[in-house]
């Protein structure tokens, strides 16, 4: 994959680990590059990194050759066994606690937001996931509605079903509502699915 050129907003990672769920990296990867936010995929390890369901993808980077200290958000892809990959990276979670602490972009969707609860960074906040991992989010505000939950910088989503709200939900915090709104309607996105602001940062 190539990165985007940057238009405007974070410098953004996405990593992937083995396992991870194909349609919301791919989703959240496609949606935020036609927004022209820059997207950096970055694997856990080098070489092409294989989904939960047999499709491989080749990242721009290993996550091992980047400067973590240049990223500015963070979304991170569901899946299993990736989301287990991803809990146990100390680099990810370091990443989570600082851009946490620094109140920056981070966001989650399926049974990814089990990161976010490893990180610590979710404790009294209102989130959701997937419905397999709400019970695993001790000290969050697990919530079934609706399907894109933000709490300040943090956001959150269920699953597949749920993935193009989810990325067009952070094109509206990085580039706005209006774009965002474009895309959903060039894209044949449900109106109901489009998001009505962009509160990053919040």
């Known amino acids: 994959m190539s990165s985007a050129p940057l238009s405007t907003g974070p410098r953004l990672l996405v990593p992937l680990a083995p396992g991870f769920e194909e349609v919301e990296a791919v989703t959240i990867i496609d949606v935020l590059r036609r927004a022209e936010v820059e997207v950096v995929v970055a694997g856990l390890e080098p070489g092409l990194i294989t989904g939960s369901h ?26 299993l066994p990736g989301t287990d990959h991803l809990e146990a990276d100390e680099r990810i979670v370091r990443l989570t606690q600082r851009l946490a602490g620094e109140g920056a972009p981070t966001a989650a969707i399926c049974a990814a937001p089990r990161v976010l609860h490893t990180a610590g960074v979710i404790a009294g906040r209102e989130v959701t996931s997937h419905p397999s991992v709400r019970g695993m989010l001790d000290g969050a505000i697990a ?8 709490s300040g910088a943090v956001t959150t989503s269920q699953g597949v079903g749920t993935a193009l709200a989810f990325a067009l939900s952070l094109v509206a915090d990085f580039r706005g509502v209006e774009r965002a709104r474009q895309l959903g309607e060039a894209m044949v996105v449900d109106p109901r699915d489009w998001p009505s602001s962009g509160n990053v940062g919040a």
């Open 143 to 150: 919530v079934h509605a609706p399907a894109v939950v933000k």
């Open 54 to 79: 047999g499709i491989a993808i080749q990242p721009d980077a290993a996550l091992g050759d980047l400067d973590l200290d240049s990223f500015e958000a963070l979304v991170l892809p569901g899946g």
